[in-house]
């Protein structure tokens, strides 16, 4: 995907999502992570490109959040269609978001692993990355409670529990197996991927 195209989709996006978005705050609060990929990877573009498959899954990841920011994570209403359609108690919208949350960030870190010759052996390289997005994953937790802390009921929308008690772990649980799922699906592509860098 062209450099062009793909800040093209991202402003895009992320200019739909902030025309009347459910709540400000909430909106702020979801898509600063999309614009804080898109400085890094701004200032980074020329010293440590990265590959085409870590380029388009970010940019998915932050339509995601974008798109989540809009509606708020509860109310995205593809999700509300399928929750009726499917029978689910809730729109499940956050939990593809906390699957992503996962799943992308497993690619970027075996491809920073990988480069910076942080391990030479596959298994340890599976068990970082692993171990990375688990981490990741619990971060944006903490600061889902802290964001509840300081404001408290304002963060509901943000928070997207929807009254499930097992958010929290569902959401960690989503993200390890998307982990899971990017390194058996996508390793050897990556890995074509970074032999032309």
């Known amino acids: 995907m062209k450099t062009w195209c793909w800040l093209a989709v991202f402003l895009f996006v992320l200019i739909w999502s902030a025309i009347q978005p459910k709540d400000y705050f909430t909106w702020l609060l979801e898509v600063a992570p999309a614009v804080i990929a898109l400085v890094l990877l701004g200032m980074t573009r020329k010293r440590f490109p ?6 388009v899954l970010i940019l998915i990841h932050s339509v995601i959040l974008m798109v989540g920011g809009h509606y708020t994570y509860a109310e995205v209403p593809l999700f509300d269609w399928l929750a009726e359609a499917m029978g689910w108690g809730r729109n499940n919208y956050d939990k593809l978001g906390h699957f992503a949350q996962g799943f992308i960030p ?92």
């Open 50 to 55: 990265l590959t085409q498959l870590t380029y």
């Open 106 to 197: 497993a690619v970027v870190a075996r491809e920073i692993i990988i480069r910076n010759r942080v391990v030479n052996s596959r298994y340890w390289l599976v068990f970082f990355v692993t171990c990375i997005c688990l981490a990741l994953s619990a971060f944006y937790e903490l600061i889902e409670w802290w964001v509840a802390l300081a404001s408290g009921g304002s963060a509901e929308a943000f928070l997207g529990t929807q009254g499930y008690v097992w958010d929290t772990q569902s959401d960690m649980g989503l993200a390890l197996l998307g982990a899971i799922m990017a390194l058996l699906t996508l390793s050897r592509m990556h890995d074509r991927q970074l032999r032309k860098l």
